[in-house]
């Protein structure tokens, strides 16, 4: 039941951050890193109301761990965005996604060092076909050497996004997890936009760009954070990755849904890879025939602290 539910996380919450393609043409025209401003404070202010209503209250954090927020916001979330942005100007989109696509390959290598365990090799074979089906989605592109370096840092971005959540989540829960990154993410973007934009980095919207403004937020932050730090501990970092392969598909059945585009073969032959790679590495076990979860992570209201 705990995979079960850690598998629909993972899926849903990879599903809503493929669907940001299709919504970003209406930001175009907005000053990009004061919108991801925007887009991280309405999140985590949804989210600490969801947290009042449910009783969850704000713990004092360890200087570990204000320590592992601060890094989670700045890697995962604000560099991951400055890093994706930037990478655009100098390689195809195609090419960056297929780079940052690899990231369920990294976790499938990398997760299991952290808990002092050597890479399951079904894992990193289910994480190949993943990461090539979803490469085949986006297409390969291509682009200058910065372009390359840029897209790898916006990788690099997307690992610490769930490794380093990965300590904080038993003792916080993902719901604050998710607040607390997105918080800590607002003045970091807020320098980045006035560094870039000046005096322009915050305007008013217009009504189609506030409309995609609380689209990111609510669905693409608020919501996809909690399913996705919800699934990571029950799943372990090198399965639940497996799930990035859902980006492509949101992107896909977002624009075919509205009308900015149809799938191809490519697009379908990709998600077909995925589902491949899926049933690959939802299928593998550890050699003691246990499943590779972490602990449930419960939400509580009266947890000290």
């Known amino acids: 039941m705990r995979g079960i539910r850690g598998g629909v996380g993972a899926a849903t919450a990879m599903f809503c951050v493929g669907t940001l393609t ?9 000053p990009v890193y004061g919108g991801q401003a925007i887009r991280y404070a309405v ?10 209503f449910r009783g969850i209250r704000h713990l004092r954090l360890s200087l570990r761990e204000v320590g592992l927020v601060i890094l989670l916001a700045l890697t995962g979330l604000a560099a991951f ?7 655009t100007r100098y390689a195809d ?4 996604g297929t780079i940052v696509a690899t990231v369920p390959i990294v976790l499938a290598v990398v997760g299991p060092f952290m808990e002092g365990e050597r890479p399951r090799r079904n894992l990193v074979a289910a994480a190949v076909v993943v990461a090539s089906g979803a490469a085949i989605a986006t297409g390969f592109g291509g682009g200058a050497a910065l372009g390359l370096l840029l897209a790898l840092g916006a990788l690099g971005g997307e690992v610490g996004f769930s490794l380093l959540a990965l300590p904080l989540l038993p003792r916080l829960g993902a719901i604050r997890v998710s607040a607390y990154s ?3 993410a607002v003045p970091l973007l807020l320098i980045t936009g006035l560094v870039t934009d000046g005096r322009h980095a915050l305007r008013v919207p217009t009504a189609s760009e506030a409309g995609a403004l609380g689209y990111l937020a609510v669905v693409v932050t608020a919501f996809a954070f909690f399913c996705w730090y919800d699934a990571l501990p029950r799943l372990g970092p090198e399965r639940a990755g497996l799930f990035s392969g859902f980006l492509p598909v949101g992107a896909i059945v977002s624009t075919m849904v509205l009308g900015t585009g149809h799938p191809s073969w490519a697009d379908v032959a990709g998600a077909a890879l995925v589902i491949a790679g899926l049933l690959i590495g939802l299928r593998t076990r550890r050699p003691d ?7 449930v992570v419960e939400e509580t209201a009266g947890r000290p602290g």
């Open 22 to 30: 299709a919504v970003s043409p209406a930001l175009h025209h907005y």
């Open 43 to 52: 999140g985590a202010l949804l989210l600490m109301l969801v947290a009042r």
């Open 81 to 87: 965005n400055v890093f994706i942005v930037e990478s």
């Open 93 to 96: 989109p195609a090419t960056v």
């Open 182 to 184: 997105a918080v800590a």
């Open 289 to 295: 025939g246990s499943e590779p979860v972490g602990p």
